[in-house]
């Protein structure tokens, strides 16, 4: 079984930065596609962003050239860095990872909250 544990999230003013922490733990193979989703109240849950162990990325168009996912294989840890954070950033953030792409396991979650 793998375990998603998040941590980093909490409440930022608009034009401010988070950096959000994913700690993974469980059979490595399971581990290889990892990512960022969020859900905001009332609106589906969104890509973010998604690494595969390779370092290929890929990012939700609204987060593109304003976060950046990065990967510590060593430690099993997935980042992500959020900047020029907007209100419409707020949500709550999950962890994902799966095999050959996310979404196999989830973590409970992170919120971030932007004010403006």
């Known amino acids: 079984q793998v375990q998603l544990v998040e941590s980093g999230g909490g409440l930022v003013q608009a034009g401010g930065s988070l950096r959000l922490s994913c700690a993974a733990s469980?059979?490595?193979?399971?581990?290889?596609?990892m990512g960022w989703y969020r859900q905001a109240p009332g609106k589906q849950r969104e890509l973010v962003a998604v690494?595969?162990?390779?370092?290929?990325?890929n990012y939700g168009d609204s987060v593109k050239g304003r976060f950046t996912i990065s990967r510590d294989n060593a430690k099993n840890t997935v980042y992500l860095q959020m900047n020029s954070l907007k209100p419409e950033d707020a949500g709550v953030y999950y962890c994902?990872?799966?095999?050959?792409?996310?979404?196999?396991?989830w973590g409970q979650g992170t919120q971030v909250t932007v004010s403006s």
């Open positions: 994902t990872a799966g095999r050959f792409l996310p979404g196999d396991y």
């Open positions: 469980g059979s490595r193979f399971m581990l290889n596609a």
């Open positions: 690494i595969i162990s390779g370092g290929r990325t």
